[in-house]
Structure formats: C-alpha cells, structure tokens
C-alpha cells in the first residue's frame, strides 16, 4: 500500500475536494500544512515538488500530483473498490470532467481572483464584476443539476466534491439565496448528510467565509 501524503491548508476548497475523496475511499493519509500566508509553498523545498506553487498537492510514494481535480481522479482510479465516484464509462466519465473543468475555471478562478488579492496585497475593494462571475456560476450549476441530486445525474462523484468544496466557500463572497438557486441549496444539503462532509470541507468552509465577513466593500 502507497503511502499517501496531503499537503494543505484548513481554508483552501480544492484541498477539501481532496480530504472529501481521501474519506470517501477510506484511505490513510499523513496531512502537512502549508501556510499560504506565510509563503511556505515558494520555498525552495515545495517548489520543487510542485512549480506551480499550489495547494493541494498530493505525494504518493515520491511522485508528486498537483490540482484537486487531478488528485481526485487518480486516487478513485488507483484505489476505488468501485468506479462509482469517477465512472470508467467513456460517456459518464466526460460528464464528470466536464464538470471538473467547470469547477476549475468558472468557479473556482473567480473566488481566487477575489482571495487572492486580500491575502497577498491586502485588497478589500472588490469590483462588482468579480461579484458578476460569481453569479454566473451559480445560475449554470443550478441548471446542471435540474432534477438530479448529483451535478451529474443519480450518482455521486468527485465532481460533486470538487463543485461542492468551492460553492460552499463562495458564499464569502455572494450568498446563495435558496430562492434563487433552490437546486443548490438542496444538494449542498444533501452532500451535508455524508458522514465525512463535516469535517472535510463545512469546517473549513465555514472558516473561510469568517474570514471575509465584514472585510470586503463591493465598488
Ligand atoms: N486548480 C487548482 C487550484 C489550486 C490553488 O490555486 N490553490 C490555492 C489555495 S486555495 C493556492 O495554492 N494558492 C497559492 C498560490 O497560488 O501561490 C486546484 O484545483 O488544485
């Protein structure tokens, strides 16, 4: 058996894609913050395992994999009892990166472009049209759900964790009125129930969103 290691942040939502995948295969990890704020991944150590200088950032036996979505997808892969949280299906399979590329971008770019700025250069106006592609995210995922209860139809998969540990950190930023996007709040709910959901991602989440209560101004 591999022995895994996650480096992280409690803060950061792609790494909560990844506890939320490590837990829902029930594997055993070693778990080394890296404090972003402080600057730890440039140093010379963490560049060299990851250039980009990214959290999450997984180890597995001395090969070194970056991007939550990568992450996600290679551990199910290598270590799934089943396919079921990232189908080997060719069609399923498309639907599921489909939607982790839209959690990459969509989503997840326009919450780094708005934490980004605060915590390195101490940013807290934030134009409105960051604000703007929030909202545009919001209105595609709550199309993408319709009547499914998963972004992809019947089943879970990492796409649900990797969309679910960015949205529920945006609210940082833009609420998510339960009028407006009902399908959302209701999947968000239901991912709730997930034994592990807690402590993989709303902790953190919830102390993200702490963080930037009252710290921002929308010009
Ligand atoms: N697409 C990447 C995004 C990773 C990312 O940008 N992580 C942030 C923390 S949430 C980070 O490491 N920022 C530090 C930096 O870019 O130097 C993923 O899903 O892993």
């Known amino acids: 058996m591999s022995k895994l290691v996650l480096y992280g942040m409690d803060i950061s939502p792609p790494v909560h894609a990844c ?9 055993e990890f070693e778990y080394i913050e890296v404090n972003l704020v402080a600057g730890e991944q ?12 990214t959290i999450p950032l997984l180890e597995d ?19 799934g009892q089943s396919d079921d949280l990232y189908p080997k299906d060719l069609v399923k399979r498309a639907h599921v990166q489909q939607r982790l590329y839209f959690d990459a971008s969509v989503l997840f770019m326009p919450l780094k472009n708005i934490c980004g700025p605060f915590f390195y250069e101490k940013v807290t106006e934030v134009p409105q049209e960051k604000i703007n592609n929030i909202r545009d995210g919001y209105k595609h995922l709550e199309t993408f759900l319709g009547d499914n209860p998963y972004v992809t139809g019947d089943t879970l998969t990492i796409a649900d964790f990797c969309c679910a540990a960015t949205v529920s950190s945006l609210p940082a930023f833009l609420e998510i009125d339960p009028e407006i996007y009902p399908k959302i709040t209701a999947w968000l709910a239901r991912l709730s129930e997930l034994p592990y959901y807690q402590e993989s991602n709303a902790d953190g989440a919830e102390k993200y969103i702490s963080i930037f209560k009252d710290a921002l101004t929308i010009v």
């Not at 506890?19 to 594997?27: G, I, S, W």
């Not at 970056?66 to 290598?78: G, M, N, P, Q, R």
């Open 19 to 27: 506890l939320l995948t490590l837990r829902a295969l029930e594997l």
């Open 42 to 53: 440039k140093t010379e150590e963490f560049l060299q395992k990851n250039p980009q200088h």
């Open 61 to 79: 036996d001395g090969t070194f994999i970056w991007d939550s979505h990568a992450i996600c997808s290679y551990l199910v892969d290598k270590f």
